[in-house]
């Protein structure tokens, strides 16, 4: 027998339903807007270099395959492809053949070598005879494929958030939601969190006005997220592996992922992770393994780790840049031992990286931790990760906080104070974007803003670093939760270290006594 809501019921979904289109809507239209604003305001200050180096290399996949083939590519046709794809295939060979040096100026992985292929192939239908970005329009695919990354990540943080906030009952409710009903907090509180992703401004100056392609990272990691919570271990390794073929910085917060079961002692999931993200990859590489061919790893992925031997680069507020500023280099020794014939010596760099993968190990035993007790806290240790990365390791450019300062918009879902944190990430991470657009150009009315801002980036890394410990720390703390007690449903709130403690005492009810008289 089919059973009704009531009509009270009923109006209340519906009504929830209208309020989210509503807001849905509005946020996407001013979303949309303040991109199409931010592209025209910044012509300019744009980064030129980025985007003729981006179509610079997806003609030299065209230009090879046309050599190689001993034709000009058609605009359309089978044929046109055949040429595409014979340079595709043939470009990492030829770069490292025609090195000097070591030096091949080309780091792009493959999936990002096919993308600005694609580009090329794209402008030079409309625009035969460029070679360079001649047309403002010409940039618009790449714009789109940002704009199809925005919306992903958008959609996985709203996912993410709900997902947690509805498993994590208990919780006591954070400033911004204590006027929400417990059924309703978990949309809430994942619309609140994706419109931080969404009218973020760092990532909107990063993919607008600068613009670069960094913010293809975020779908993949918040997919990658979601999946893992969702217990789609083997998902999580294939789309892990997808990013890092588009964005090589993915794979430094991936191990992340296999930690996280393994702290679990679940060895079949960690495995899964890792089975999903070798068959994709290889499957992704397939033509040049085929051939046995590392060409592709080496010009793709290792070059770019040594590519840049400098702390930092531009304007980072992380240690690296302190340490700089002390006069350290990337490269000095700070411990050498000698055992016979057997020399080590650790760098600032390799001491560096112990220390981020040391943070990154503790960040998946809290993720672990707090997702066997259902806390919606792993969403912190979901964001630590890109904070360490940016703060520890050298090497960074300073767009790389983009992804801790849109990550952490999961802190919304915690507490005021871990989402004045996010903010705090997201105006340090506009800041030095706009500060390294301004020193590219540097033109009069902005010398003197300049001058402020190269005077203010050892007290923007002090910053950063504090606001990273301050958001670590509440990641680590003990869990408060909401009890309801004996009192008629009374709630009150308390810290309590175990789960156990939330558990109400069973009474012990005495067991029957037979007692058989003897026949």
């Known amino acids: 027998m089919l059973r009704f809501r009531p009509k009270t019921a009923q109006r209340a979904i519906i009504r929830r339903c209208f309020i989210g289109c509503v807001i849905v809507i509005v946020m996407a239209a001013a979303g949309l807007q303040l991109r199409r604003w931010t592209w025209a305001k910044t012509e300019q200050i744009r980064f030129q270099h980025d985007i003729d180096n981006g179509l610079y290399w997806g003609n030299r996949v065209i ?3 046309e050599t190689l083939t001993g034709r000009q590519m058609p605009a359309d046709g089978f044929d046109s492809w055949k040429v595409f794809f014979t340079g ?17 100026h080309l780091d792009y992985p493959p999936l990002r070598l096919l993308v600005m292929a694609l580009w090329a192939k794209h402008t030079r239908r409309l625009h035969p005879d460029a070679n360079v970005v001649v047309h403002p329009e010409a940039v618009m ?11 992903g990540g958008t959609v996985a943080m709203f996912l993410l958030v709900r997902i947690w906030i509805r498993r994590d009952s208990n919780r006591a409710p954070p400033f911004l939601l204590r006027r929400v009903s417990q059924e309703d907090r978990g949309w809430v509180a994942g619309l609140l969190a994706a419109s931080l992703v969404w009218l973020n401004p760092s990532v909107i100056l990063e993919a607008y006005g600068w613009p670069q392609w960094d913010v293809w990272v975020l779908p993949f990691f918040l997919f990658a997220a979601l999946t893992a919570s969702l ?10 592996a997808l990013g890092g073929m588009l964005k090589g910085q993915l794979l430094l917060v991936a191990p992340f992922f296999v930690l996280w079961p393994i702290w679990l002692c679940r060895w079949k999931a960690a495995f899964h992770v890792l089975l999903g993200f070798a068959a994709t990859a290889a499957g992704l590489v397939s033509p040049w393994l085929l051939h046995n061919n590392f060409d592709w790893l080496q010009v793709g992925f290792l070059y770019g780790t040594e590519h840049y031997p400098q702390l930092f680069i531009s304007s980072c507020y992380n240690l690296p840049a302190l340490l700089a500023r002390s006069g350290w280099s990337l490269k000095d020794a700070l411990v050498n031992v000698d055992v016979g014939w057997l020399s080590v010596s650790l760098t600032v760099q390799w001491a560096l990286r112990l220390l981020y993968f040391g943070g ?12 066997q007790r259902s806390d919606a806290r792993v969403l912190l240790a979901l964001g630590a990760p890109w904070l360490l990365m940016f703060g520890l390791l050298g090497q960074m450019h300073e767009r790389y906080l983009i992804w801790g300062g849109a990550v952490t918009a999961l802190a919304v879902a915690i507490s005021l104070r871990t989402t004045l944190l996010h903010v705090l990430f997201t105006a340090l991470s506009t800041v030095m974007i706009g500060h390294v657009m301004l020193l590219d150009k540097k033109l009069p009315p902005t010398l003197g803003l300049i001058a402020f801002l190269n005077t203010k980036e050892a007290l923007g890394a ?5 606001a990273s410990a301050a958001y670590l720390g509440l990641m680590a703390r003990p869990l408060k939760v909401s009890v309801c007690g004996p009192d008629h449903g ?13 558990r109400q005492p069973i009474e012990k009810v005495p067991r029957p006594i037979v007692v058989v008289s003897p026949g």
Request: some cysteine.
């Open 490 to 502: 009374k709630q009150t709130t308390g810290p309590l270290r175990r789960e156990m403690k939330t």
């Open 462 to 466: 002090v910053i950063f670093l504090g």
């Open 141 to 151: 695919p790449m714009l789109g494929c940002n704009l199809f990354c925005e919306a």
């Open 63 to 65: 230009e090879e395959g």
């Open 88 to 104: 595709y295939f043939a470009l990492y060979d030829q770069v490292k053949r025609e090195a000097y040096g070591g030096d091949y």
């Open 231 to 240: 217990d789609r271990w083997l998902c999580c390794g294939c789309i892990l």
């Open 360 to 371: 990154l190990a503790a960040c998946a035993r809290f993720a672990a931790h707090r997702s």
